[in-house]
């Protein structure tokens, strides 16, 4: 929820404050998904635990359980391939939309001609590639 994160940006007048702007985007989707996904993938593999090590003779004895556990599992398997590549185009939106060139091309004032605007850091993001890749 890009659209809820505010910056400033100076007006390079004498006596002005600094104008409020707003990012632009919600990608939020993605990234809810991915995580609902692992949520539930947790939750699923705690019960199959359970399910093997306390109830092993009805696990072994019913025949439509292990055949029931397989297909969900292959649901999660194709879910999880479905979320990370969600999200990971989510995280190339999100990049792009907080490149510092993007958000310098967005103010106004770096248009004004003798005015330079230079970006102060680029943004880290390594934890959320690894995210992706997981």
């Known amino acids: 929820r890009l659209y809820q994160v505010p910056f400033g940006m100076p007006t390079c007048e004498d006596g002005s404050d600094a104008r409020t702007l707003y990012l632009i985007g919600d990608f939020s989707a993605p990234a809810e998904f991915f995580v609902t996904l692992g949520v539930f993938s947790f939750l699923y593999s705690m019960a199959a635990l359970v399910l093997y090590l306390r109830f092993h003779s009805l696990y072994t004895e019913n025949t439509k359980l292990p055949f029931t556990d397989f297909c969900v599992t292959v649901c999660f398997a ?4 479905v979320a990370a590549a969600a999200w990971g185009k989510g995280l190339s939106d999100v990049k792009a939309a907080t490149r510092p060139s993007t958000l310098i091309s967005a103010m106004g004032v770096c248009r004004i001609d003798g005015v330079t605007c230079s970006p102060g850091t680029t943004p880290a993001m390594g934890l959320a ?3 992706v890749v997981r």
Do not use: P, Q, V
Request: aromatic residues 42%; proline residues 0%.
């Open 78 to 81: 194709f879910f999880w391939l």
């Open 129 to 131: 590639n690894i995210s």
